[in-house]
């Protein structure tokens, strides 16, 4: 099965509510890896590779569990680098 990778930035009221853990936490359950931080303009960033699928049914997830603080999601699919194992908060 083809992998992609997306670079995905979250605005609204992301920081400071657990969406790091939050994500980190639900990558667990899908066949993706990655990792999500905060920036400093106060959005969040998760970059993500996997199966296209996996990848939905994460960012998915993502939404059904922090949609109340997301205003607006901003994706890019890139060409995966096969570099990331696991997925992992940075900072």
């Not at 099965?1 to 790091?20: A, D, E, T």
């Amino acid at each position: 099965m083809s992998r992609q990778r997306r670079l995905v930035h979250f605005s609204g009221s992301v920081q400071g509510v657990g969406f790091r853990y939050t994500a980190r936490r639900l990558a667990e359950r899908f066949d993706v890896a990655g990792y999500v931080k905060n920036l400093p303009d106060g959005r969040v960033e998760i970059v993500v590779e996997g199966p296209p699928d996996q990848i939905d049914a994460f960012l998915q997830t993502v939404h059904e569990q922090m949609g109340n603080y997301i205003r607006n999601t901003d994706q890019q699919i890139t060409t995966p680098t096969d570099q990331l194992a696991g997925f992992e908060i940075r900072f």
